[in-house]
């Protein structure tokens, strides 16, 4: 049964990322916000923001990764909302595979598509001078805290993928998640912050896993936000997980 199951995961994903290949602008297009959002804060505001960092690009990366990934995993839940309308789901029904590697197939390859543009914006935040002595355990680290984010929001877009009733619901889903590291220490540090939004910005789950990779970049200690972010993220993706296999399953019933 896992066999058979990796084996139709396997293809499956084969098949959306040949997908993606044939139309690059996919990533193309999930990329271009973040970077102008960077140089935005970089050059126009960076010089108005105290953030205690000498270099701004540096503080601000982290946070505009989460936005990359926020950006890209929009376009799970338009995959999967036009795979449903299409009636493609009525068709891998009737063949002897796997039904959750529909998902999953799904699933990673909104991973690697998104590991894909938060390299091209590392590419381009070095270019605006991003620099970081981080050792390799600190990337593979980062690394890691990113994969568990993007599978997190991924298995939330396959919920709203399931659920929407037009296209543009399936893909708006994602606009307060693009939003939320604005509230967060990505930006500003929260103590800058007024009260009631401080309270918010502390105490969501962008702030802590911005902490965590900041300090993993600079070399620096890296303090109780690391068990934080990482609950976060598991938690987030245990229940996401959880009602996107409901849903699919009351979806083909």
């Known amino acids: 049964m896992t066999k058979r199951f990796l084996g139709d995961t396997a293809l499956l994903t084969g098949r959306s990322l040949r997908h993606i290949m044939r139309s690059p602008d996919t990533i193309i297009t999930t990329t271009i916000m973040p970077i102008a959002f960077m140089l935005l804060f970089v050059y126009v505001f960076g010089g108005a923001i105290s953030s205690g960092s000498d270099s701004y690009v540096d503080y601000l990366l982290p946070g505009i990764l989460l936005i990359t990934i926020a950006s890209s995993i929009s376009y799970t839940a338009f995959r999967l909302f036009m795979d449903m309308k299409s009636g493609i789901f009525e068709r891998f029904q009737s063949m002897p595979i796997a039904r959750s590697s529909v998902l999953w197939a799904h699933v990673l390859t909104s991973l690697v598509a998104s590991l894909i543009s938060v390299v091209v914006v590392v590419g381009v935040a070095l270019l605006m001078g991003f620099r970081s002595g981080a050792g390799v355990l600190a990337w593979l680290a980062v690394a890691g805290i990113l994969i568990l ?66 300090d993993l970049y600079a070399q620096q200690p890296v303090s109780t936000n690391i068990w934080i972010a990482l609950a976060w993220c598991v938690g987030i993706l245990i229940v996401a997980y959880a009602l996107a296999m409901a849903t699919y399953h009351r979806k083909i019933a």
């Open 149 to 214: 984010f993007t599978l997190a929001l991924t298995w939330l877009a396959v919920i709203a993928g399931l659920s929407a009733k037009t296209v543009d619901g399936a893909s708006a889903f994602s606009y307060p998640l693009i939003f939320l590291p604005f509230i967060s220490s990505a930006f500003v540090a929260t103590a800058t912050m007024p009260g009631p939004v401080r309270a918010f910005a502390e105490h969501q789950p962008v702030t802590s896993i911005v902490n965590t990779i900041r």
